[in-house]
């Protein structure tokens, strides 16, 4: 009995064990294909709190992939060399986060890298035979066309996914227009690939479709690095594939299905408006790649029945003919429209225009990433790093969070050990296909097309990768990571490494375990903590909204809780932490007003502090973070945390005005503290502060490439923060720094922003106008800027822009002052505004608020002589206004209207209403004269001074008195 027993357990399980060989390894390449297919729907995976999910499913997957190895009895890990150059390049990745800059990012980096592994690794385990082989493809390509339908239904009006569409350009799940092109050609080659390798005519038909809607969809956003990948990966088909007829047959599908998808987008993109666009245009283009299949396959039908010259003839000569239709129609105009959407031609053009800015300034990043390569040249700057740093480097103000190329990117973030391994993957590649097509026979089979189409795919990928960030979305990379493994397990296959391994077995399932380890520990908690961090964000904004006390602080109290469990659960996280340090200080300014509560409240402070510092170790160079804890140790009153954040902040972008600015105003804030706590040693500390920001400015704006486009505020400080500078300068008694610096705020407010006022040196020439600096005895100083309109002008064009921030305090009169001379005034004959010229512009307020303040200071009707003449404005700023633009513009005139400018000039009254600020300036300015010799100028200020009030007369007396800091 006991035997039996025995004999039916062993049998169910043998049984069971069956099931699991059976079910298992299907599942676990289910579960594969959902990982390849789902990441472009998530944005590209471009975002953490995205890729910390994936990490959590990717464990899953790797999991149950082991559990199946096991059973099996195959512990091995690492078989090919291909296998470890990827490996390889997560390690570099781990090694780079030693002395990262940015910890955090750098971590996050690595286990993208390795994500980015374990992938290549399952495809390589999983794909056994040509059929899952194709099946790994088809999944590529249904999510491409996915991710292009979501697309062109967002163009359309009838998908809502986010930013899928801005403006009717085609962004997609992507969320990038480069990004999501990049990626749909790429999948377009694999749709050919499919094509060129399926043996059903409905297969045929659907990839030959899917390539249409690719193509399409491609057009659609209006990208010309798209055109790169399809070049390479159909010239790499091209040299890949055997026999005339084959080739004939590759060139005539990829120029149909163009050729469909560029007349249907050429309609649809004229029907685009606010609300969408019309579909119907899809259906000729889906028209046209059905008949032109029919065509084809009648050539497929001659080439089995008279062979294949003939066959190839017929083909050449429908080649021939579709062409030349092509470019005749492409030179043809239907209603002054062309038949190919001119903003397409625009960006084909645009391929070979190497002078266009997109080539320049990304050649510009490449530059500086080779820079930043210098300074850490063996482990890099750790992920992130790039974004980090590349302001520090850079000779002309532009944003960018990726350095636009991979190659130099890992280089810059793995440093020369990344690179290596990166580029011996490419090469471990290469090698593996040239083996692979040198076995015998091995051209003849179908499945070398299904490899080539992948290593065509995988190298056009890579090319783009060289100008543009592709890479740096999960998404773009997970794809070409599967194409490395789908070669990877065809060399597997074919043994052409013939390297034989002996599993590890304690060795393996231990690596195994650290990764599963590293997935899904930091994969939940750091998801978990985005979701408290969002959380806390909510609440934070609730409470701010909340008009009863107990309701804000409840609101506070729940933020407070999310936003501590998020830093706790990724304490790698800057920006947790950033903002943590704010719910403290929103703690600490509540408990400082409360009595009995000192204790509390120092308690808080210092945990404001700490807090501070440990987000600034993780975002040293992040502008974003540090503005954020700036405002944070501004609301704790503690000058030095004040003073270091302000300082953190210059040292992430050297060539953002507004940081300057900024971190003058609160080493002027300190000085002030200083002074009136009669503390000499932090004066003279603080003021030799200011003088190295200062320095620092000049030399930026001394090493700024003028050749550039500047995405950003004029790299000029303003007269505030040159006020600040001089009364530094003061302190340590450099008297004619200081008073060159005041000079501005009370000869010409416009010097802080604009160099030339009296238009010695001022050139211009556009459409528009004809500017030119000239000599000219009746003007001041004989020099006058002559303005020449080019043609006829309509509204109130903008002629020179002369001042965009110029500060000004409310109650304070200030004076305009414009000398000018009209040669000659064409009226314009379809003028839609008064003939006038005049110095337009606004004040505005802190809070968006702006009041027109322009000045015509001519009229044609009113005046018609030539002769040198002063116009003057007076202005009082009303309240809650604190800076002026100004500019030279006019009305609608005729072409060849002329006139001179011989100086434009605006600058305060000093009167009793003068606001303080300006006083105490016109103290410095006056006593920096006197120092410098200029005596008789400084008592006129002083007399102006002494009618405004005693005490600023007094200070410029103390000041005239003053005895330099040693």
Not at 813 to 822: P, S
Request: glycine share 6%; charged share 20%; net charge positive.
């Amino acid at each position: 009995m006991a035997k039996k027993t025995s004999a039916k357990k062993t049998k169910k399980t043998e049984e069971k064990t069956s099931i699991y060989q059976r079910y298992l390894p299907l599942i676990c390449f289910v579960a594969l294909c959902i990982l390849i297919f789902y990441p472009p729907f998530v944005r590209g995976l471009f975002f953490k709190e995205d890729v910390f999910l994936y990490h959590v499913f990717t464990a899953a997957v790797f999991i149950l992939v082991w559990i199946d190895k096991i059973m099996r009895r195959d512990y091995s890990f690492m078989k090919t060399p291909l296998d470890w150059a990827v490996l390889a390049y997560a390690g570099a990745y781990l090694i780079a986060v030693i002395g990262a800059v940015h910890p955090g990012e750098a971590f996050y980096g690595f286990l993208r890298a390795l994500n980015y592994f374990v992938i290549f690794w399952l495809v390589s385990q999983l794909v056994k035979d040509c059929k899952r082989y194709e099946t790994v493809l088809q999944v590529m390509l249904a999510a491409g066309v996915g991710v292009a339908v979501i697309g062109i239904l967002a163009v359309a009006g009838y998908s809502h996914y986010p930013g899928a569409a801005i403006n009717g350009i085609l962004y997609s799940t992507l969320q990038y227009s480069n990004s999501t092109a990049a990626y749909l050609a790429a999948v377009s080659i694999i749709s050919l690939t499919l094509f060129l390798t399926a043996e059903g005519r409905l297969q045929k038909v659907i990839y030959l479709l899917s390539a249409f809607i690719l193509i399409f969809a491609v057009l659609g956003t209006l990208s010309k690095g798209a055109w790169l990948i399809f070049i390479i990966g159909a010239l790499m088909l091209l040299i890949g594939i055997s026999g005339v007829y084959e080739k004939l047959k590759l060139i005539y599908i990829f120029l149909l299905v163009f050729a469909a998808a560029a007349f249907a987008y050429n309609g649809f993109a004229g029907s685009i408006t606010a609300e969408g666009a019309n579909l119907s245009y899809l259906f000729p283009g889906i028209i046209i790649t059905a008949a032109g299949y029919f065509v084809l396959e009648g050539t497929a039908f001659l080439k089995e029945k008279k062979g294949a010259k003939t066959a190839s003839a017929i083909l050449l000569i429908i080649l021939l003919f579709g062409m030349g239709g092509g470019f005749f129609a492409l030179g043809q105009t239907e209603s002054g429209t062309a038949y190919l959407n001119q903003r397409i031609v625009q960006e084909i053009k645009q391929l070979t225009d190497f002078e266009n800015n997109s080539y320049i300034s990304r050649a510009d990043f490449w530059r500086w990433g080779l820079e930043i390569v210098k300074d850490y040249p063996v482990n890099g700057v750790g992920a992130g790093g790039w974004n980090a740093l590349y302001h520090q480097y850079q000779d002309y103000l532009i944003w960018t969070t990726e350095a636009h190329n991979h190659f130099v990117q890992v280089w810059v973030e793995a440093g020369t050990l990344g690179l290596i391994s990166f580029l011996s993957m490419w090469f471990l590649l290469i090698t593996a296909v040239y083996r692979l097509l040198k076995l015998p026979g091995y051209k003849k089979n179908r499945h070398s097309v299904m490899m080539w189409g992948v290593f065509s795919t995988a190298t056009a990928i890579g090319m783009h990768a060289f100008i543009d960030f592709t890479l740096s979305l999960g998404a773009v990379a997970i794809m070409l990571w599967t194409l490395f493994a789908l070669i990877n397990a065809e060399a597997q296959k074919q043994d052409i490494w013939q390297l034989k391994t002996e599993p590890r077995f304690f060795i393996n399932l231990a690596a195994a375990a650290v990764i599963v380890l590293l997935f899904l520990t930091c994969g939940l908690s750091y998801r978990a903590a985005h979701v408290y961090a969002v959380r806390g964000a909510e609440n934070l904004k609730l409470m701010s909204e909340a008009k009863e006390p107990t309701e804000r602080n409840d609101y506070y109290r729940k933020a407070l809780q999310y936003y501590e469990k998020a830093a706790a659960l990724n304490d790698l996280s800057g920006e947790y932490k950033a903002d943590l340090a704010y719910i403290y200080a929103l703690r600490y300014n509540t408990l400082r007003e409360m009595k009995g509560q000192e204790n509390v409240a120092s308690f808080a402070l210092e945990q404001t502090k700490r807090t501070i510092d440990e987000a600034a170790k993780l975002k040293k160079y992040d502008p974003k973070v540090r503005s954020s804890l700036l405002n944070t140790a501004s609301m704790t009153g503690n000058l030095e945390l004040m003073l270091a954040q302000a300082e953190g902040i210059l040292h992430s972008n050297p060539l953002d005005i507004n940081v300057y600015e900024s971190n003058l105003k609160v080493l002027a804030a300190a000085m002030n503290y200083y002074e009136k706590n009669k503390s000499q040693a932090d004066v003279k500390k603080t003021a030799r502060k200011m003088e190295e920001v200062y320095n620092l400015y000049l030399s930026k704006k001394a090493g700024i490439n003028p050749g550039r486009r500047w995405d950003g505020p004029v790299f000029n400080l303003n007269s505030r923060s040159l006020n600040y500078v001089a009364k530094a300068y003061f302190m340590s008694g450099k008297y004619e720094d200081a008073k060159n610096l005041l000079a501005a705020s009370f000869e010409n407010l416009l010097l802080a922003e604009f160099s030339d006022p009296d238009f010695k040196n001022t050139f211009k020439e556009d459409e528009n106008w004809k500017l030119t600096s000239i000599k000219d005895s009746g003007a001041e100083d004989g020099y006058a800027l002559k303005i020449r309109a080019e043609k006829d002008l309509t509204g109130w064009p903008l002629v020179l822009n002369l001042a965009g921030k110029v500060p000004v305090y409310p109650g304070t009169e200030y004076i305009l002052d414009v000398r000018y001379k009209v040669l000659k005034y064409k009226l314009n004959p379809n003028a839609d505004s008064r003939a006038t010229i005049g110095i337009w512009g606004w004040i505005t307020g802190s809070d968006g608020s702006s009041q027109n303040v322009s000045f015509a200071f001519y009229n044609h009707e009113a005046e018609t002589d030539a002769e040198w003449k002063t116009a003057r404005q007076s202005l009082k700023i009303p309240d809650g206004f604190e800076t002026r633009r100004l500019y030279i513009g006019t009305g609608s005139i005729g072409k060849g209207s002329e006139f001179l400018i011989d100086y434009v000039r605006l600058y305060p009254v000093l009167n009793q209403n003068t606001d303080p600020a300006i006083l105490e300036n016109a103290a410095y300015y006056a006593a920096a004269l006197y120092k410098t010799g200029k005596v008789k100028e400084a008592e006129k200020i002083a007399k102006r001074l002494k009618d405004s009030g005693d005490s600023y007369y007094q200070e410029y007396v103390n000041l005239v008195n003053f005895t330099p800091l040693n």
